[in-house]
């Protein structure tokens, strides 16, 4: 009982980010879409892609809400990168699914969670 008691307050001490916490929930998907490619003809691949897309749902939700503080752009853009991998998988979870797509689009966001700064979004210059 006191193992499990120490590993609750191991992990109640440590100092994990959002950011960090969100990248390596990526990380654990990517990793299992790698693994769903190789091993070809088993459900590793449905149940990496099923968990990616309810990840992207989730981040769909999340950047939607009024109260997130995300720059709108950046916001904007993470819904329009979520609809895409959503409809890639919906479109071709049982056929010619491309896995690397998911793969890139995972590991760009993963990049991006664990910069030390999220860069600022430019305004699109208007004309004069």
Do not use: C, H
């Amino acid at each position: 009982m006191n193992s499990k008691i120490n590993a609750y307050r191991q992990a109640a001490s440590m100092k994990t980010d959002y950011r960090s916490q969100e990248a390596n929930l990526f990380k654990r998907i990517t990793y299992a879409l790698q693994q769903g490619k190789l091993r070809t003809g088993g459900m590793d691949l449905v149940r990496a892609a099923s968990d990616n897309k309810l990840l992207w749902m989730g981040v769909i939700n999340a950047v939607s809400d009024d109260a997130n503080q995300l720059p709108p752009a950046l916001r904007t853009q993470l819904i329009t990168i979520g609809r895409a991998v959503i409809k890639e998988i919906d479109e071709n979870i049982t056929g010619n699914l491309d896995v690397d797509f998911l793969i890139e689009i995972n590991n760009q966001i993963i990049e991006g969670l664990m910069s030390s700064a999220i860069p600022a979004v430019q305004p699109e210059k208007t004309a004069p």
